[in-house]
């Protein structure tokens, strides 16, 4: 009877010490990937800004050389956006000010609209989305005035996304089907593919679940396209 007491108790030992090594060994693994992603996402975050303050440097020169023209509404415009993608939201905004005073005495429609997009995506960052509603209409009706397709594409998705942010679901609807229909008639799959993103998440806020997998499906049938072609496009340039 002891001896089987005593088997029972070393069995039960046994057992415990493999099921806490199993349970450390994998507290361990999960302590590792954790590690393994805080590192790789700062190391992403320090080569993303690299880039980011590399190209202000470049665009700040280029501005010393630049006259009071188009090509000058341009730089700082993407001046602004390289800031903005950084979180510097008021250098962006000095920025994006100086581009649309300078587009506005030129009469440069296209560089108005780009320097009202970005101020919008410069307040739908911050959160202010009533703000960045405002600045993304301005831009689409001087993009409706010039017939600049792509540029309406880009609004109509923008607009529409946002509309779903705020709850004006028909809204929303509305400038997503007219993203979709103007990506699809000029044939731009990156519109085209953010289209079917935008309606998918629309459907999925309102429950529609399955119109909203359908949406998901051809967003990811545009995606995967479009990552093939980059990859073929690597691959040759090798």
């Known amino acids: 009877m002891e001896n089987s007491l005593i088997i029972s108790c070393f069995s039960f030992l046994r057992f415990t010490f ?3 090594h199993f ?10 990937c954790f590690l393994f992603c805080v590192l790789h996402s700062s190391a992403q975050q320090s080569n993303n800004s690299g880039e980011h303050n590399r190209s202000i440097d470049s665009l700040l020169t280029l501005l010393k050389s630049d006259h ?17 993608l950084m979180g510097k939201y008021d250098e962006g905004l000095r920025f994006c000010n100086n581009a649309l005073k300078l587009a506005l005495q030129l009469n440069f429609k296209k560089g ?7 101020i919008g995506f410069i307040h739908h960052n911050k959160g202010d989305y009533e703000k960045a509603l405002g600045f993304y209409l301005k831009a689409l009706i001087i993009r409706e005035e010039i017939g600049d397709k792509n540029g309406m594409a880009n609004s109509y998705n923008n607009i529409g996304k946002l509309n779903t ?33 935008g309606l998918s998440q629309l459907d999925s806020t309102l429950g529609n679940w399955k119109s909203a997998h359908q949406y998901h499906k051809l967003y990811s049938i545009y995606n995967d396209s479009i990552l093939n072609e980059e990859t073929t496009k690597q691959i040759a340039d090798m």
């Open 18 to 20: 493999i099921l806490l």
């Open 23 to 32: 349970f450390i060994l994998r507290f361990t693994f999960y302590i590792f």
């Open 68 to 84: 009071n023209d188009t090509n000058k509404v341009n730089h700082l415009n993407q001046l602004s956006n390289e800031f903005r």
């Open 112 to 118: 108005m609209a780009t320097s009202y997009i970005n």
């Open 165 to 197: 942010t705020l709850n004006k679901f028909a809204q929303a609807r509305i400038y997503l089907n007219k993203s979709l229909q103007i990506s699809t008639e000029i044939g731009t799959k990156e519109w085209t593919k953010l289209s079917y993103q």
